[in-house]
């Protein structure tokens, strides 16, 4: 016999419900959004605008800013709608693209990551070819690479749950159409939710962040072996601001999901109240951490790596 189909017209967004002085928070994430998108257009502008920042350490930089501003304007707006104005209806269609939207750029946040931990890896171990090797046409393709895979890869995804029967509840327990969320809606066994949950996470979280580990184990090594304790020191220094983005990005979610599989909440709006601000902090941290060290940008807005002196630089 063949199952019958059950598409709904629509969900409510019902998480958050049982915590008090949730609109300190969802204020809160306003304020955080604002500055994310200050910031990360500012450093979008100085980019585009600077020809002296035209490198592909600084294309992966724009790259990144242009993700965050996507990403936060994926959810946080919603959240204001939803909390402030009482609106929890989402149409069928919106909550998938929504879904979309969030998971794909997350995704492209987590490979970005990545990338800029390549930019670091080049420059340290390759330093005499980092110019022929790391290249604006390079980065461009490698950055495209990411941006295609990570669209692909979701789209695929969101693709299966759209063809799945929802007949549970018009009610999604999340702050947003939320993949594990919507999948307890379903008619369908929870072990495949296990399943395919489990594979785009290593995709899109595991696999990343094992190439950031491994370009690190590399750079130690190759800083193992400098002769200079000054020539050490600085090489590490280049890495600090993506150490720290790398442990505000992977950090919660690593804490947030080894929690919710070994222990059990007594509160279970608790899990999607750390996940929404794992998701919403690093696009605000990001730029001040990063992109915005004044005395990086004064010193290429000023072009003082000037033809004629050019010094190389990690």
Request: positive net charge; hydrophobic residues 50%.
């Amino acid at each position: 016999m063949i199952p019958l189909f059950f598409r709904l017209e629509s969900f409510y967004i019902i998480g958050f419900q049982t915590l008090p002085y949730i609109s300190i928070y969802i204020i809160f994430l306003a304020f955080v959004y604002v500055v994310t998108v200050l910031f990360n257009c500012l450093v979008i502008y100085v980019i585009v605008f600077n020809h002296c920042l035209h490198t592909p350490k600084f294309m992966a930089v724009g790259n990144l800013a242009v993700i965050d501003v996507i990403l936060s304007t994926s959810i946080i707006p919603n959240m204001i709608k939803v909390f402030f104005m009482k609106d929890n209806f989402v149409p069928f269609n919106m909550c998938f693209v929504q879904m979309y939207v969030y998971y794909a750029f997350v995704t492209l946040e987590s490979f970005s990551l990545a990338i800029l931990a390549y930019d670091r890896w080049i420059a340290i171990c390759f330093p005499l070819r980092q110019n022929s090797i790391n290249t604006l046409q390079s980065m461009s393709y490698i950055i495209g690479l990411t941006w295609c895979f990570s669209l692909g890869i979701i789209a695929f995804a969101v693709g299966i749950m759209t063809q799945l029967s929802f007949c549970n509840s018009l009610k999604v327990f999340s702050y947003f159409c939320d993949y594990s969320s919507m999948f307890r809606l379903t008619c369908n066994d929870y072990t495949m939710q296990w399943t395919v949950g489990t594979s785009f996470s290593f995709l899109i979280l595991v696999v990343p962040f094992t190439l950031i580990c491994l370009s690190y184990v590399s750079i130690l090594v190759t800083v193992f072996w400098m002769k200079s304790l000054d020539s050490r020191v600085k090489a590490l220094a280049t890495c600090t601001e993506h150490i720290i983005l790398v442990a505000v990005f992977y950090i919660p979610l690593i804490i947030i999901f080894t929690i919710s599989l070994d222990l059990h909440f007594i509160d279970e709006d608790l899990p999607v109240l750390s996940l929404s601000l794992a998701s919403c902090t690093p696009p605000c941290v990001n730029p001040m951490v990063y992109s915005l060290k004044t005395k990086v940008i004064r010193n290429r807005a000023l072009c003082k790596g000037k033809r004629g002196k050019k010094k190389h630089s990690f």
